[in-house]
């Protein structure tokens, strides 16, 4: 089977640093995929990994540890914007498998 | 700009009647994806193809059926509409390809009511 696994919800302050989670068991590895998501709205595309280490892009980063089945996902400089749903999706063969998603509030 | 898009963007029905769900897109793509996504479960993939003769029951699949009328054109239909297929469904693309080219683009989604 394949499970991926993020945490449900979490809230952080603006100007902070936050992490988010991914912990992935599938039946194969081509790829660690984050999307974006506002409420009702597509998901979009925020960064991919493919080998060990850290990818930054601007505010955000990305991580991964193949070994472990491990990504993270880390913003800085939180802004009111960045409240949103962070999707963990891993590609197994030529598909993504898609964690449940962390649904990120960002206070004042 | 090449886009991808959905129609209708919200529909009401009602238990038993059928209905299609229709993607477009001008990005060029070979690939295209159909997902729902309910509270709690993320997204989950419907049914998936790579090219114009080839359709593949992805997880979720039971109650639907799809139709690739042109590379650009992707539509779901549901049959027999039930009161849990109730969703916002997304159609997505990508290239052919290896690593990030698999990355997926995503539609602006229909949501769907059953009642």
């Known amino acids: 089977g394949q499970n991926i696994d993020q945490p449900t919800e979490m809230t952080a302050t603006e100007g902070a640093i936050v992490q988010i989670n991914c912990t992935y068991q599938t039946s194969g590895f081509n790829g660690l995929f984050w999307y974006q998501q506002h409420a009702g709205e597509a998901p979009t595309f925020l960064s991919y990994n493919v080998l060990d280490g850290l990818e930054e892009k601007g505010r955000f980063s990305s991580f991964l540890s193949r070994s472990k089945g491990y990504s993270y996902l880390l913003l800085k400089e939180l802004q009111m914007k960045d409240s949103a749903s962070y999707l963990c999706?891993?590609?197994?063969?030529?598909?993504?498998?898609f964690g449940t998603g962390t649904r990120l509030q960002v206070f004042p | 700009d090449a886009d991808v898009t959905q129609t209708p963007r919200n529909r009401i029905t009602k238990t038993g009647k059928r209905i299609m769900l229709e993607c477009s897109q001008t990005?060029?793509?070979?690939?295209m994806y159909w997902y729902r996504q309910d509270p709690g479960l993320g997204l989950r993939l419907i049914y998936y193809s790579f090219d114009v003769k080839d359709i593949n029951k992805g997880e979720i699949s039971d109650g639907y059926s799809v139709s690739r009328q042109a590379q650009a054109k992707f539509s779901l239909s549901l049959e027999s509409a039930i009161p849990n297929q109730t969703a916002l469904y997304f159609c997505a693309t990508s290239r052919r390809g290896a690593g990030r080219d698999n990355e997926q683009f995503f539609g602006p989604g229909t949501r769907l009511t059953v009642l």
């Open positions: 999706a891993v590609r197994v063969t030529d598909k993504l498998i």
């Open positions: 990005k060029g793509h070979d690939r």
